[in-house]
């Protein structure tokens, strides 16, 4: 099943018919234009807010957690039909190989359409007994979820979302990222072909109005966010005006800790995976190596040996390790980046080639990138670069290792090697991140919980503990008859003939 042929001009359900409201969608592997979406403004997401608001009020909510299950599992079954198509789509429209967006993308979202499909009736209820009364906490969908997603994991941050909130009997508006929404509102035509109308819903739109509306509208009573550090700031400002909850995903500088007892040739395999998967458009990048000096010359000669053979190009070529950043304007961003390192000291150790291929002359391919002789003090060693840039950074204690890797602002990721496992959790208990990775960097583990801490966010995904995040406890108390029901005991004598619970 091939990509969709896209009109010079595409419109969806949502679409407005005023001019300011289009965007170009690029392909990132030689720069043209794929299409150019006539997106939604104000009155295109209050619309679909209401779509949603009457399908959760009148349908959705009520219908019982088997029935939600049999609908998300055989959405998950028409995405699976599709599987093909999506990678490729998603290639197409953000730049990363296809291969990844198959064994990562794609593949996660169907699964996670069933995970939560098999947690439905899971979602943990609860009876107390306290003699003269029973309390039952009852767990409630919120209503219409607002949720915003980025450009780098279009299948993974649509499932993450659009799974457990519909799940646990929420209905769903989603604004895609502006850079590569084709995914996502191809994804939302296929699982609404089996969902209830109204349920989920997509606007794609350009600039901040939209995304705005929706977090502010006051029948959107949840809202789930991944981006930056700084957006998710933002939206937060807003959503405190309506005391919205929020989950935020946000941004990560990520340290892979490489000690004096580390499988060098293990550490250097991971660190390669961890900085340069996704072109390093990341949160959970492994941006800065931190490596024992007694190992560090063997690392980084090790490092650039790989980091020379990746081969940069086309994501649909199925030999291409790494392609494109998404735009235009992030290859600038990353390459900025470049040259700050480069003026505050750093060396550039090693690079891949870029393509040689004509047709990709005008793609946004930045060139795999060592930075060496980088310290802690450094901007590219402290702020999120979102590109295939990683730094090495040298230490001397394991104490100073676990300082240099707590001192940025965030606290997502942390990866330790070590052959001593016991020393290596005791390193991982010292780090403030909320995903550490011993001897390993996994990051697709369906199942745990996916998030961080400090400016990296709060709330988690992907894992049981998210079915609470998009839900309420309701406390229901009544007689057991088993005693006296407690009370205001001067109110007795106004009722000398009342039996309390009777």
Not at 65 to 77: H, I, M, S, T, Y
Not at 253 to 271: C, F, G, S, T
Not at 307 to 323: C, F, I, S
């Amino acid at each position: 099943m091939g990509v969709p042929k896209y009109k010079a001009l595409t419109r969806f359900k949502y679409s407005s018919d005023s001019p300011k409201d289009c965007f170009d969608v690029h392909n990132p592997a030689n720069g043209e234009v794929i299409t150019t979406i006539q997106g939604g403004g104000i009155a295109e997401i209050e619309q679909a807010i209401e779509a949603a608001d009457h399908a959760f009020h009148n349908d959705w909510r009520w219908r019982s957690p088997f029935e939600r299950a049999r609908l998300l599992l055989k959405a998950a079954d028409r995405l699976e039909a599709h599987f093909d198509e999506l990678a490729c789509l998603l290639s197409l429209e953000n730049g990363k190989p296809v291969s990844q967006a198959r064994e990562g993308d794609v593949l996660f979202v169907i699964g996670i359409y069933r995970y939560f499909a098999s947690l439905i009736d899971k979602l943990p209820n609860e009876v107390y007994d306290q003699g003269a009364i029973y309390a039952t906490v009852l767990r409630e969908p919120y209503g219409v979820v607002g949720a915003i997603l980025p450009f780098n994991w279009p299948p993974i941050h649509f499932g993450g979302k659009s799974a457990p909130a519909l799940a646990t009997g929420n209905t769903i508006v989603i604004k895609p990222g502006d850079q590569a929404p084709l995914t996502v509102m191809r994804m939302v035509e296929i699982v609404s072909e089996v969902l209830p109308p109204g349920v989920i819903q997509a606007v794609p739109a350009t600039g901040v109005h939209v995304p705005q509306a929706l977090v502010t509208h006051p029948k959107v009573k949840k809202i789930s966010f991944t981006g930056s550090t700084g957006a998710g700031a933002a939206v937060s400002k807003l959503a405190a005006d309506g005391i919205t909850p929020l989950t935020l995903e946000l941004g990560g500088k990520n340290a892979l800790l490489v000690l004096e007892d580390a499988d060098l040739d293990l550490a250097v395999r991971n660190a390669v995976d961890g900085a340069f998967f996704n072109q390093g458009e990341a949160c959970t990048a492994s941006s800065r190596l931190l490596v024992h000096s007694s190992l560090h010359d063997s690392f980084v000669s090790k490092l650039a040996a790989a980091v020379r053979r990746l081969k940069v190009g086309d994501g649909a070529d199925e030999q291409t390790h790494v392609g494109p950043v998404v735009t235009k304007a992030h290859q600038q961003r990353v390459e900025e980046y470049i040259r700050i390192g480069l003026a505050e000291g750093a060396k550039i150790e090693a690079q891949a080639p870029l393509p040689t291929n004509p047709r990709l002359t005008n793609g946004f391919y930045i060139q795999p990138t060592i930075l060496t002789q980088v310290t802690r003090d450094m901007r590219i060693a402290k702020e999120e670069i979102f590109g295939p840039v990683v730094t090495v950074i040298k230490f001397e204690t394991t104490t100073e290792a676990i300082e240099i890797a707590n001192e940025v602002e965030y606290g997502l990721v942390c990866a330790v090697f070590s052959r001593n496992l016991t020393e290596a959790m005791r390193v991982a208990r010292h780090i403030d991140a909320g995903m550490l990775f011993l001897n390993n960097y996994n990051r697709m583990a369906l199942g745990t919980p996916f998030g961080g801490t400090k400016a990296s966010g709060y709330g988690r995904e992907h894992c049981i503990e998210t079915l609470k995040d998009y839900t309420w406890a309701k406390n229901m108390r009544y007689p057991t008859g088993l005693g006296v029901v407690g009370g205001w005991s001067k109110l007795s004598s106004l009722f000398p003939s009342e039996v309390n619970g009777k």
